[in-house]
Antibody, heavy 118, light 107 residues
Framework: QVQLVQSGTEVKKPGASVKVSCKTS????????IHWVRQAPGQGLEWMGW????????KYLQNFQGRVTITTDTSASTAYMELSGLRFEDTALYYC???????????WGQGTLVTVSS | DIQMTQSPSSLSASVGDRVTITCRAS??????LAWYQHKPGKVPQLLIY???TLQSGVPSRFSGSGSGTDFTLAISSLQPEDVATYYC?????????FGPGTKVDIK
């Protein structure tokens, strides 16, 4: 069955970077895009960006102004989301999700809590 | 970037009621619109994609309609397990923006 398993909880100081992994299984990794979405406490869902593991193409939400980088390791069927220059307001639950071409995010990781605290 | 709005922001209805949620895009997105259900402590679940196509395994009381800029999610007979926040999402062009959400609970 399709699974996306994310890395564990992270606690970081302001200004640091965090790298969250999303290990996939049960499907052909390069035939679906991987999206990253976050939810801050008490807030709605915020789309961050996506990557096409087949060719490495990426697209990011401009609000992150170059702080976010999404990569993949196709040999490990794993996607990564790195967020740098962490701010208190980056405290959130971060999700990866699989998206078939022409459809929407149909399978999601369990979420990774990132807390930014001094 | 395409902006998504939803109304209402919250609603309270009785079990068995028909519930509708509206989503509007700031520019035309054809039928590239999805609806998700998000319960506290759970992972978001895809309900509908292509504006009106029910995702496999989703109960038939959920339905979607619309195209262009105006979309609707309907729950034909609200059940206690439908208590959640519902989000629409544009996937016509990046960024794949979400609406602000509609919180649904039982009266």
């Amino acid at each position: 069955q399709v699974q996306l398993v994310q890395s564990g909880t992270e606690v970081k100081k302001p200004g640091a970077s965090v790298k969250v992994s999303c290990k996939t299984s049960g499907y052909s990794f390069t035939t679906y895009t991987i999206h990253w979405v976050r939810q801050a406490p008490g807030q709605g869902l915020e789309w961050m960006g996506w990557i096409n593991p087949g060719n490495g193409d990426t697209k990011y939400l401009q609000n992150f102004q170059g702080r976010v980088t999404i990569t993949t390791d196709t040999s490990a069927s794993t996607a990564y989301m790195e967020l740098s220059g962490l701010r208190f307001e980056d405290t959130a639950l971060y999700y990866c999700a699989r998206k078939p071409f022409g459809s929407a995010c149909d399978h999601w990781g369990q979420g990774t809590l990132v807390t930014v605290s001094s | 970037d395409i902006q998504m709005t939803q109304s209402p922001s919250s609603l309270s209805a009785s079990v068995g009621d028909r519930v509708t949620i509206t989503c509007r895009a700031s520019q035309g997105i054809s039928i590239h619109l999805a609806w998700y259900q998000h319960k506290p402590g759970k992972v978001p679940q895809l309900l509908i994609y292509g504006a009106s196509t029910l995702q496999s395994g989703v109960p038939s009381r959920f339905s979607g309609s619309g195209s262009g800029t105006d979309f609707t999610l309907a729950i034909s007979s609200l059940q206690p397990e439908d208590v959640a926040t519902y989000y629409c999402q544009n996937y016509h062009s990046a960024p794949d923006t979400f609406g602000p959400g509609t919180k649904v609970d039982i009266k």
